[in-house]
Structures are given as structure tokens and as C-alpha cells.
């Protein structure tokens, strides 16, 4: 089915209506549920937007599910948890990102040159290659914003082994028009379909499976029955994991808030009293090509209303600093505060920590110190994702 863009109104209000909706079924549903392709369907949770943006975040829908259901919760709590994995992983290992971007642009040098890969390419883009399936899910992806988990491994396989298409640009395709789409579970996840994350265990799409999760809907012909070796670099071993910074109270402080984190109660319970916030979104940091506007539409609308559901406790607040040309114009916003420290939530690799890095230079210039402040929950979490993922689940299991 389509997406709609009013499915995921970008509001607190409207991620607890999904939360309470879905939780009334999350511990029934049986795992043919889970792999239906039923955007809006008591089964399908249609959390992620809200959880990619922390406009609610994975510990209150952890403890809403274990409230409710206790240990029948456990296969969706453990698909929560697979959201920290994948970042504390990436965070560990921020090469692969950057080296993903690399192939991005290569990629797209490519398409310049080779007619046959360009047209692939914009059929692949645009719906049009006749692979059944494939060609609705890149519509629905294109005007709503979403996929089911399903359809994405589906749809990033074909794109692979089938279409021979290059899988950034593929990664980069979902990162342009996904409203979920994040630095760590999306260009992981691309790694995983091609067999890059776990060396030689690649996903293969197959017909009976598509058939079967669609309902009979969608049944492709001709698609790959091998995969392929995908070259994709060396996989680096895990880094050490960063720690967030201490603020001083005693400090006349500011809050930037950004589009990684729209939840700063943490912070505002823990005392901070700021004398402005003001708010960073990088949506075109996402991808060298342009974003959908469903995307930054969902993220002002999210700002507005983390700004109106807060307004009491953040003091002053100004509207969005967007892009590459925010930095100095933070810097400016920071000065006229007359704050000593800019309190941020910690922003996991991706767009908008290269903007904080950028940030944190010219703020020093001027005395004042920028303080990523981070999550206890990622704290705790992002470390333990040096190896697989059930080794993960096993050393996280504590922590919940």
C-alpha cells in the first residue's frame, strides 16, 4: 500500500498515539504479522520517525512495552535495541561512514559516465524497471517516506544483485527520502544486504518470500539467485567509544537542540535552566544530492512543536539554523546569550555532528564551551556493540 504523508504527523502527541495504539498488540503479534508490508496496521508499530528523531525515545517505549506485556515484549524490545547497536557500532567505527560517502560520490561520478548504469539507475529511482514489488516501493518511498523493515532489505537486494546497481548510492537513495533514515541503522543495514557487515553473509530478495509478505500482492520475476562479492573496503576494528561532556552549573549556559535529539527532558530534570535554546537541523548533510521536502517538512514541524511543548522551561527560543551556514550563525545566537557553555545532546556520527565539530572551534574562539551531552542510555549501550549483535543482546540485556 502507499504511505501517506499524514500518517507521521510530526508531533509528541502523535508518537504516543502510535505507541499506545501499537501496544495493545505487540505481544500477540506472531512473526507472519511482523513481516506483513501493512503501513497502519495494528501489527506495525510506526514508531521509527519518532524514535530516529527522539521525539519520544527508546527507553519510554521500552519500559511502556515491559509495563504491559513483561517478557512477551522481548522480540520488539530487542528491535529497539538493535537502534542503539547499530549506532554505537558506526560510532566506534566512523570510517565506514565516511568511507560510504566516498563511494557516494563515486558512485554518482559513475552515473556521468555510464549511460547504462544512469538509466538503471533512474528506472530504479523513479519505479520504473518492471520488477514487481520493487517499482511500488520505490513510489511509496518517494511520496510518503517509509518502508516496512522488510520491504527495505528487499528492495536494497534487488537493487544490488539484480539491478547491479552500486549499493551507497542505493544507501544514499533511502538517506534522501526516508523519514527514518539514519547514518548508522540505514548505511549498516546497506552493508549487512550486501554482505559487507558479516563477511559473505549477504541478503538474498526471492520471490516466494516477497509473495508470501505482501499478502500475494507483488510476485517478481527474474530476480538475482546468487549474490555476488560487493566491494566495499576492509570493515576497521572498533575504535574507543566517546564519552559526553560535564556541564557546570554555575555557568550561564545555552541549549542547541538538533534533529538527532527532540527530547531534552533529561537535561531540564537534571537542573539545566538555559537562558535560549535554539535549534540545528542538517537535513542536506544527509546527501550530496537533494533531500525530499517530506523530510524537512517532518523536521520543522517536529522543531515547533518540541518548541511549544517546552516553551516554559527552555527560555527563549530561535527558529531553526539549517544547514552549513548555521555554524556562524550559531555562533552569533551563542554570543548574544552571553552564555559560557552551549549544552547540545551527543549527536552520533552523521551530518549533524560535523556541524558541531565545526561549532565547537569557532564557539572556543570566542570562549565558550560547546558540552555534548550524552544520553545515559548511550552511555551504557553504545560501548557494549563491538562485535555482532548477539553478543550485544546478550550484554545489554542487563541495562533493560
Known amino acids: 500500500m502507499e504511505y501517506p504523508k499524514h500518517l507521521f504527523a510530526p508531533t509528541r502527541s502523535a508518537a504516543l498515539a502510535h505507541l499506545e495504539s501499537f501496544i495493545k498488540f505487540a505481544a500477540v503479534q506472531d512473526a507472519t504479522q511482523r513481516d506483513a508490508h501493512s503501513a497502519g496496521q495494528p501489527h506495525v508499530s510506526m514508531l521509527s520517525p519518532y524514535l530516529r528523531h527522539r521525539i519520544v525515545t527508546e527507553e519510554q517505549v521500552i519500559a511502556a512495552l515491559q509495563q504491559s506485556h513483561g517478557t512477551a515484549s522481548e522480540p520488539f524490545v530487542t528491535e529497539i535495541l538493535s537502534r542503539a547497536y547499530w549506532k554505537g557500532w558506526l560510532q566506534m567505527r566512523p570510517k565506514v561512514w565516511r568511507d560510504t560517502q566516498s563511494g557516494v560520490i563515486a558512485g554518482l561520478r559513475r552515473l556521468e559516465t555510464d549511460r547504462d548504469l544512469s538509466a538503471t539507475y533512474e528506472a530504479a529511482v523513479d519505479g520504473r524497471t518492471g520488477i514487481a514489488g520493487f517499482d511500488h516501493w520505490a513510489r511509496a518511498l518517494r511520496d510518503g517516506g517509509y518502508l516496512h523493515n522488510h520491504q527495505r532489505?528487499?528492495?536494497?537486494?534487488?537493487?544490488?544483485?539484480?539491478?547491479?546497481?552500486?549499493?551507497?548510492?542505493?544507501?544514499?537513495?533511502?538517506?534522501?527520502?526516508?523519514?527514518?533514515?539514519?547514518?548508522?541503522?540505514?548505511?549498516?543495514?546497506?552493508?549487512?544486504?550486501?554482505?559487507?557487515?558479516?563477511?559473505?553473509?549477504?541478503?538474498?530478495?526471492?520471490?516466494?518470500?516477497?509473495?508470501?509478505?505482501?499478502?500475494?500482492?507483488?510476485?517478481?520475476?527474474?530476480?538475482?539467485?546468487?549474490?555476488?562479492?560487493?566491494?566495499?573496503?576492509?570493515?576497521?576494528?572498533?575504535?574507543?567509544?566517546?564519552?559526553?561532556?560535564?556541564?557546570?552549573?554555575?555557568?550561564p549556559t545555552a541549549l542547541l537542540l538538533h534533529e538527532e535529539d527532540l527530547s531534552p527532558d533529561w537535561l531540564l530534570e537534571a537542573g539545566l535552566r538555559p537562558l535560549g535554546t535554539a535549534f540545528l537541523l542538517a537535513p542536506s548533510g544527509r546527501s550530496p544530492q537533494p533531500v525530499s521536502a517530506v523530510i524537512t517538512d517532518f523536521l520543522r514541524g517536529a522543531v515547533r512543536d518540541c518548541a511549544d511543548r517546552l516553551s516554559s522551561d527552555i527560555g527563549p527560543y530561535h527558529k531553526p539554523f539549517i544547514g552549513r551556514g548555521a555554524v556562524d550563525a550559531l555562533v552569533t545566537w551563542a554570543i548574544q546569550t552571553e552564555a559560557m557553555q552551549v549544552i547540545t545532546p551527543f549527536a552520533p556520527v552523521g551530518p549533524v555532528a560535523s556541524l558541531l565539530d565545526s561549532l565547537d572551534t569557532r564557539l572556543a574562539a570566542e570562549n565558550i564551551r560547546l558540552i555534548r551531552a550524552m544520553r545515559p542510555y548511550d552511555a551504557a549501550a553504545w560501548p557494549l556493540a563491538t562485535d555482532d549483535f548477539a553478543r550485544f543482546r546478550a550484554a545489554v540485556r542487563g541495562l533493560i
Open 153 to 251: 532489505l528487499n528492495f536494497a537486494s534487488i537493487w544490488i544483485f539484480t539491478l547491479h546497481l552500486p549499493w551507497e548510492l542505493g544507501a544514499d537513495h533511502f538517506m534522501r527520502h526516508l523519514l527514518d533514515g539514519d547514518p548508522a541503522s540505514n548505511t549498516l543495514s546497506w552493508r549487512w544486504v550486501a554482505g559487507l557487515h558479516v563477511p559473505g553473509q549477504a541478503f538474498l530478495a526471492t520471490p516466494d518470500a516477497i509473495a508470501r509478505q505482501s499478502g500475494g500482492l507483488h510476485l517478481p520475476q527474474g530476480l538475482a539467485q546468487t549474490s555476488v562479492a560487493v566491494q566495499g573496503g576492509v570493515t576497521p576494528p572498533a575504535g574507543p567509544c566517546p564519552q559526553g561532556g560535564a556541564w557546570d552549573h554555575k555557568l
